[in-house]
């Protein structure tokens, strides 16, 4: 099964950008999905974004959509979630997870939740 490790949240503007990564190992089907979930103060974990690893296919929340790309770097086994015009709504912990069966609008997370990366947006 797939492990993964995110990493570079940090502190920015409205409007500013940043990059964060999810890196994963262990053995993984083909097929196999990973996905971005976030979790504001008070508020339940919501999906942001997903990538299929094998097509690039992506899918994003309507949140989102024209703000935010996923894409993957298949040398480094990496998956990548490139945030721009970033709002205080967007302050979060962001988390990576994976989906063995490749589903992009259903992604169903399989693996437990790990440490996660902080978000924050000030205004």
């Known amino acids: 099964q797939v492990q993964v490790v995110e990493s570079g949240g940090g502190l920015v503007q409205t409007g500013g950008s940043l990059r964060l990564s999810c890196a994963a190992s262990?053995?993984?089907?083909?097929?196999?999905?990973m996905g971005w979930f976030r979790q504001a103060p008070g508020k339940e974990r919501e999906f942001v974004a997903a990538?299929?690893?094998?097509?690039?296919?992506?899918y994003y929340a309507d949140s989102v959509k024209g703000r935010f790309t996923c894409s993957r770097d298949n040398a480094k086994n990496t998956v990548y979630l490139q945030m721009n015009s970033l709002k205080p709504e967007d302050t979060a912990v962001y988390y990576c997870?994976?989906?063995?069966?490749?589903?992009?609008?259903?992604?169903?997370?399989?693996?437990?939740w790990g440490r996660g990366t902080q978000v924050t947006v000030s205004s």
């Open positions: 997870n994976t989906d063995p069966i490749g589903r992009l609008s259903q992604f169903l997370p399989f693996h437990s």
């Open positions: 262990g053995r993984t089907f083909s097929n196999y999905a």
């Open positions: 990538i299929r690893w094998s097509s690039g296919d992506t």
